[in-house]
């Protein structure tokens, strides 16, 4: 069975300065990774995905993710945050058993200080 | 624009009621999920669907029932038996089937509070 670890649950940065948020997962097979945005009261927004054609993904809004597999880590960067990416980012691993089955990270709060 | 549809945005119930919550997709996608998110504690899934008139139980699934009789709509009832149902509900959906790799789509939620 897969698990996600996201190692932060809270993390808080300067507007302009680089954003880092840590993800490690467990997977018995080769995983699909994604990293997923949600602003309060809203639903769950799609910022990338790894699927094995590339280590270093590119996401909307400026993120970016690198999945090292020895690490077995999928860490979401962004190099200057800005006050709009203040929310919740989960990290989230698919395992394939006939079904896509999708294990979630208890999540990591994202502030931004003007 | 194709999307998934949740409604209402804000549910009142008094307890002993049961209560449906709506959710409609337009991405002709084959599977779809409910999940229940709670501060501090992610999403956990209730009840999933591969395909039409089948579903299977989720983690949570005590005091919770769904239907699927069309490809686009997965309404779930959360019943009296659910004890403490006030939560932040979320329904998603993925092409499934075949795909691999497909990621999940979100609705916008439905916060249901019971009193």
């Known amino acids: 069975a897969q698990s996600v670890t996201q190692l932060d649950s809270h993390v808080s940065v300067s507007e302009g300065t680089p954003v880092l948020l840590r993800c490690n997962y467990s997977s018995s097979y080769s995983p699909s990774l994604f990293w997923y945005v949600q602003h309060p009261n809203k639903g769950l927004q799609l910022l990338l995905k790894?699927?094995?054609?590339?280590?270093l993904v590119k996401g909307i809004n400026g993120f970016e993710a690198e999945f090292k597999k020895s690490e077995t880590s999928f860490h979401l960067t962004k190099p200057s945050a800005h006050m709009s990416d203040a929310a919740e980012y989960f990290c989230v691993v698919s395992e394939w058993d006939n079904f896509n089955k999708f294990y979630f990270g208890s999540g990591t709060k994202l502030n931004v200080k003007p | 624009d194709g999307g998934i549809t949740q409604s209402p945005k804000y549910l009142f119930r008094k307890e002993g009621q049961n209560v449906t919550l709506s959710c409609e997709q337009n991405?002709?996608?084959?599977?779809m999920y409910w999940y229940r998110q709670d501060p501090g504690q992610g999403l956990r899934l209730i009840y999933y669907s591969q395909i039409v008139n089948d579903f299977q139980k989720g983690d949570i699934a005590e005091g919770y029932s769904v239907s699927r009789e069309k490809k686009e709509s997965f309404p779930l009832t959360v019943t009296s038996a659910q004890k403490n149902p006030t939560a932040f509900y979320l329904c998603?959906?993925?092409?499934?089937?075949?795909?691999?790799?497909?990621?999940?789509?979100f609705g916008n939620g439905t916060r249901l509070t019971v009193t």
């Open positions: 998603a959906s993925s092409s499934g089937g075949s795909s691999y790799n497909s990621p999940l789509h």
């Open positions: 790894y699927t094995s054609a590339a280590t």
């Open positions: 991405l002709n996608h084959d599977a």
